[in-house]
């Protein structure tokens, strides 16, 4: 999914509910900032897991995504 969390409360509902897990806040404590692409400030953009392991999660270097779109893009390894 494309979740855009302004707010910042997602993780703790999808946590709770779902047993999700934020990968950037797992790993590095706080979640990625990826809004705006071409100087990221806010924490936006997530990915979430469950039952899996997740390796290496970066925020894609600015170019070219930065001329492709307004978000950074997310990556990481998941392994099922």
């Known amino acids: 999914g494309d ?3 302004w707010r910042g409360r997602a993780h703790r509902v ?5 047993g999700l897990r934020e990968v950037f806040k797992h ?3 706080r979640s990625a900032r990826t809004f705006p692409a071409r100087f990221p400030m ?13 390796h290496s999660p970066v925020v894609l270097p600015r170019r070219p995504w ?12 998941i392994e099922l």
Do not use: M, T
């Open 3 to 5: 979740f855009n969390d």
């Open 14 to 18: 999808l946590e709770r509910c779902a």
């Open 27 to 29: 790993a590095h404590g």
């Open 42 to 54: 806010l924490q936006l953009d997530r990915i979430y897991v469950r039952n899996a392991r997740v």
């Open 66 to 77: 930065s001329h492709l779109s307004d978000h950074a893009p997310l990556a990481a390894e």
